[in-house]
């Protein structure tokens, strides 16, 4: 039986192929492999904006880095989070100890930073709006970026506030 110049024997071509099922083959990221690229994405965006980043030794401390911003020397824990539902993105906010979930407090760190890996877009929160919460809902980012119930827009790509005098200062 032949067929038409063009017409399909069946088979479709990978470029006319849907996505679908290559995302299904795509291996899921574990939590800690997602927590890496996190940090490793934070070390290239506060470094690319200028900003002296430093990892301490040990396992034992409530946050990821110290980052100096001009004369501040600022203590950040970085957060990733991919999962979204019903247009927000849930953000663990806390560390844990012995089993439990433990929220940070003003003495543990400075700023909070979550990387919304889909979106490759980057909060950076005082840890003061972390204080007491093990969890924050970050609303998707849409076209404008603004939405009237998204109490953390004005933390979206907030980098500047990283050189605002809320660290330990030398000199």
């Known amino acids: 039986m032949d067929t038409a110049k063009g017409a399909s024997r069946g088979r479709i071509p990978p470029r ?7 995302a299904e083959q795509t291996p899921r990221i574990d939590a800690l492999d997602r927590g890496d690229l996190g940090e490793v994405a934070f070390v290239h965006k506060a470094m690319s904006l200028g900003f002296v980043v430093a990892k301490p030794y040990g396992h034992n401390h409530p946050y990821d880095f110290f980052v100096e911003g001009g004369r501040n020397l600022l203590r950040v824990q970085v957060k990733t989070c991919s999962y979204i539902r019903n247009g927000l993105y849930t953000a663990a906010v806390c560390h844990s100890r012995d089993g439990a979930r433990i929220p940070y407090s ?11 890996m889909p979106e490759e877009t980057w909060y950076v929160l005082p840890v003061r709006e972390a204080v007491g919460r093990c969890s924050l809902q970050l609303r998707a980012p849409t076209a ?14 907030a980098w500047h506030l990283l050189r605002e005098p809320d660290g330990l200062t030398f000199g």
């Open 106 to 116: 003003e003495a543990e760190l400075d700023f909070v930073v979550v990387y919304v």
């Open 16 to 22: 006319q192929r849907s996505p679908a099922p290559k």
């Open 144 to 157: 404008n970026h603004h939405h009237r119930r998204d109490p953390y827009a004005y933390y979206r790509e």
